[in-house]
C-alpha cells in the first residue's frame, strides 16, 4: 500500500509496512539495531492498536483512515541539550503539509500538538537514545488524522471534516514526508534559529492570555515562547515562568 517515497534525499526509502502492529514507535525500537534500518527507514501500519502519547495517553485511531508511523533518524549532530529542536522541525513539517492543504488557523500546541481551528489533528511522540552526549538515533512516531469523520472526542478533527474532501492515504503519505524532510534538512545545515522563529510564529496562544494549572494551581498567564532546553515560558503576576512537559496544563 505505501510505496518508497520518491521525491526525498532519504526519507521514505526504506518503508516498512505492517497491516497491524500494537504501536509503530515500538515495532521502529526493535528494527534499530538492524543494519538494514537506514535513516530515514519509516513503519507504518493501517490499525494501531496500543499508540502511546505524551503524558502516558493513548492515541485512537480508526484502521485504515489515517496515517498512523514513525520514522527513524538519526541525528549525532544534535547535542541531547538541542532535543527539542526535533519537535519543531517535526511539528513545523507538519504544520507545511497542513497550510499546503488551505486549511485555516493552524497551530502548534506546545509541544507536540497540531490543531486546526483548536481542534486536535496531529500528535507527535518522539523518543530518543543518547550515545556520548548527542542523539544517536531518534524515533518519531505521528498520529495524522486524515479520512476519519467520527470521533469519539469533541476536540479532534480530520483533513476529511475541515475540507469536505475524501483523500488517498498513500498519496497523502508521499507528500507529508517531502515536508518533514525539508524542515530535518534545515536542521542540519544549523539553521535552528530560522526554526524557531517558524515555530513561534505559529505557537498556539503565544503573546494571548490564557488560564493554566501547575501543581493543582490556577493561574492566567501569557505565553512568550519556550527556552534553550524547549521549555514553554509564561508570562505571569510574579515574572516570566518556565514549564516542563508535565508541570502545566492548558485550561
Not at 541525528?75 to 541539550?81: D, E, H, S
Not at 515555530?199 to 503565544?206: A, D, H, K, P, T
Not at 532546553?229 to 485550561?251: C, H, M, P, W
Amino acid at each position: 500500500m505505501y510505496k518508497t517515497v520518491e521525491h526525498t534525499l532519504f526519507l521514505g526509502k526504506n518503508v516498512v509496512f505492517v497491516p497491524e502492529c500494537s504501536s509503530t514507535n515500538d515495532l521502529a525500537a526493535t528494527l534499530l539495531p538492524l543494519a538494514s534500518t537506514v535513516e530515514g527507514t519509516i513503519v507504518i501500519t493501517n490499525h494501531q492498536t496500543a499508540g502511546r502519547g505524551q503524558r502516558g495517553n493513548t492515541w485512537q485511531a480508526a484502521p485504515v483512515q489515517n496515517l498512523t508511523f514513525s520514522l527513524i533518524l538519526k541525528p549525532a549532530f544534535l547535542p541531547v541539550k538541542d532535543q527539542f529542536h526535533l519537535t519543531v522541525v517535526t511539528a513545523l513539517g507538519l504544520h507545511d503539509f497542513l497550510k499546503a492543504k488551505r486549511l485555516e488557523r493552524i497551530q502548534i500546541k506546545w509541544p507536540n500538538d497540531l490543531l486546526v481551528n483548536e481542534r486536535k489533528i496531529c500528535g507527535i511522540l518522539i523518543e530518543n537514545q543518547v550515545q556520548n552526549n548527542v542523539l544517536a538515533s531518534s524515533i518519531v512516531g505521528i498520529g495524522l488524522n486524515i479520512r476519519q469523520d467520527i470521533f469519539t472526542l469533541p476536540n479532534a478533527t480530520s483533513l476529511k471534516l475541515e475540507t469536505g474532501k475524501d483523500y488517498s492515504l498513500s498519496d497523502e503519505f508521499q507528500l507529508l514526508l517531502s515536508f518533514l524532510e525539508a524542515r530535518y534538512l534545515l536542521l542540519r545545515q544549523g539553521k535552528r534559529n530560522e526554526l524557531l522563529h517558524d515555530y513561534l510564529q505559529v505557537l498556539y496562544r503565544i503573546n494571548k492570555g490564557h488560564s493554566f494549572r501547575s501543581k493543582e494551581i490556577d493561574f492566567e498567564g501569557t505565553i512568550v515562547g519556550v527556552d534553550d532546553i524547549g521549555r514553554l515560558q509564561i508570562n505571569t503576576a510574579s515574572g516570566v515562568r518556565t514549564f516542563d512537559l508535565k508541570e502545566i496544563q492548558y485550561l
